[in-house]
């Protein structure tokens, strides 16, 4: 599986960017897609997911890391394999490269970086004060 992400860039404190991943194919790890960030000298971490196989052939549950509840938002289009997260009021504190992930499960994803399936290139996101 390959995973193609764009959209990083740099912005203003309390601007907004989004970020797109397209995943090459549909597979048992392409079951959740999601987001991790590693700002410099940080370990890697998990922002966002998704799982892409809900009910009625839709995308399922959500869930997102306590510091990005309620600014970002992210949602998944089946058809077409991609992910987007749309950042909203960013901060400082959120510049870290972005980086596009796929597993089986989002639980599974949450766990952790070192649970992720499949990584896309990063793509840097900064936000100036």
């Known amino acids: 599986v390959q995973l193609q992400a764009s959209g990083g860039g740099l912005v203003q404190a309390g601007g907004t960017l989004t970020l797109s991943c397209v995943a090459s194919?549909?597979?048992?790890?392409?079951?959740?897609l999601g987001w991790f960030r590693q700002a410099p000298g940080k370990e890697r971490e998990f922002v966002a997911g998704?799982?892409?196989?809900?009910?009625?052939?839709?995308?399922?549950?959500?869930a997102y890391a306590d510091s990005v509840l309620g600014r970002f938002t992210i949602s998944g289009d089946n058809a077409r394999n991609v992910v987007t997260l749309r950042m909203n009021n960013l901060k400082p504190l959120d510049t870290a490269v972005y980086y596009c992930?796929?597993?089986?499960?989002?639980?599974?994803?949450?766990?952790?970086?070192?649970?992720?399936?499949?990584w896309g290139q990063g793509t840097l996101v900064t936000v100036s004060s």
């Open positions: 194919e549909r597979t048992y790890s392409t079951g959740a």
């Open positions: 992930a796929s597993d089986y499960g989002l639980h599974a994803m949450q766990t952790g970086p070192a649970a992720v399936d499949y």
């Open positions: 998704i799982e892409m196989r809900g009910r009625g052939g839709g995308t399922g549950r959500t």
